[in-house]
């Protein structure tokens, strides 16, 4: 085992203040999304305001997280932002984020693997941890500003009435810093390349803007037109073994979690994923229901209205199981101490 070990400090979330329910969505879009949504649990989502920047989502939620963890910006050793919706294509955001923190000390870089990245970076984190020793505090932010992509305008095609539905805007941070005792133990992540046609944002060097992308409104978040091959059980076919090769990793078993938190996009498949584990639905915890589909920052948001709710206590085995386009999988274990 390394010299040093790893542990979750403080957890930290931000929400924006306009909440947009189903019934005002469904005015907006001109189509009745309560019957879609139910099966995936989301009932509301947090819209970004417009001068609202993911940075700004991602200070307001790390100040919370520092304020819980009674550590001042100057003590982080490492900030690393865990988005697909960066302020800008370059600079990296997490330059900007620790400015505006002042964290003046600290590192930073910026990760992209979709909604799998917060599991990867707090991965990350607890490493640099573990095997550098200048490296003791490292700030860890899943931020999401998907609304921003989307044509909120009147809809002509039913997938894009789709992936207007599920989206909301927020972060949530967590302080992962050095510790006498093993945090983190084990993780695992695996890739399904010949998925990246499926949807996404598809403007970068591989198909530059132009006017006609613009006025089409092509830029926006879309549904490739390969969206169909993939399969309905993607992630409760991926996520239980996943989840069981990660856990026998720290040579622990699955009967031993107390808890797990899943890419918060679709409640049934949190479920699903539940019953082939053989574990009774009270070792989870959703929070689409009130967020909506946060993306990068939604299993992290769950932790922490899990910790709100008092669902984690000192010991306990926290697992994390988290899919992003393209597709990327990511899991990771964590004992609370």
């Known amino acids: 085992m390394p010299a040093k070990c790893a542990k979750i400090k403080s957890v930290g979330m931000y929400l924006p203040s306009k909440i947009v329910t189903n019934e005002e969505l469904a005015a907006m879009v001109e189509y009745d999304v309560e019957e879609y949504l139910k099966e995936k649990g989301i009932r509301l989502r947090h819209q970004a305001a417009a001068g609202e920047a993911t940075s700004d989502m991602a200070v307001s939620a790390s100040r919370e997280a520092l304020e819980k963890s009674g550590m001042t910006a100057g003590e982080l050793d490492l900030i690393i932002l865990c ?26 870089f910026d990760v992209n693997a979709a909604c ?31 609304t921003k992509w989307i044509d909120w305008s009147k809809y002509s095609e039913s997938s894009s009435k789709v992936l207007a539905m599920l989206f909301g805007d927020g972060a949530a941070s967590v302080i992962i810093s050095e510790s006498d005792q093993p945090g983190y133990l084990s993780s695992c992540t695996c890739a ?16 530059p803007p132009d006017s006609i992308m613009i006025e089409q409104k092509n830029h926006c978040l879309r549904f490739h037109e390969n969206q169909n091959r993939v399969p309905p059980d993607f992630n409760t076919s991926r996520w239980p073994p996943l989840i069981k090769k990660t856990v026998n990793k720290a040579g622990c078993e699955v009967k031993d979690l107390a808890l797990i938190l899943m890419t918060q996009v679709e409640l049934g498949a949190i479920k699903e994923t539940m019953t082939n584990l053989g574990l009774p639905l009270s070792k989870t915890h959703w929070v689409m229901d009130k967020f909506g589909y946060t993306g990068s920052a939604s299993a992290l948001m769950a932790l922490y209205d899990a910790l709100e709710q008092g669902k984690i206590e000192s010991g306990d085995l926290v697992a994390f199981s988290t899919t992003g386009a393209g597709f990327i999988l990511a899991a990771a274990l964590f004992r609370w101490i």
């Not at 800008?88 to 900007?96: D, L, N």
């Not at 990246?196 to 198909?207: E, K, P, S, V």
């Open 83 to 108: 988005t697909d919706t960066p302020d800008y294509v370059t600079p990296p955001t997490s330059a900007i984020i620790q400015h505006k923190l002042g964290a003046t000390q600290a590192g930073c």
């Open 192 to 207: 399904v390349g010949s998925y990246w046609d499926t949807y996404g944002i598809y403007l970068g060097t591989a198909r």
């Open 116 to 146: 799998a990245d917060e599991t990867i970076g707090m991965v990350l984190a607890s490493h640099y941890i573990m095997l550098d020793e200048a490296i003791k505090n490292v700030l860890v932010i899943g931020a999401y500003g998907m």
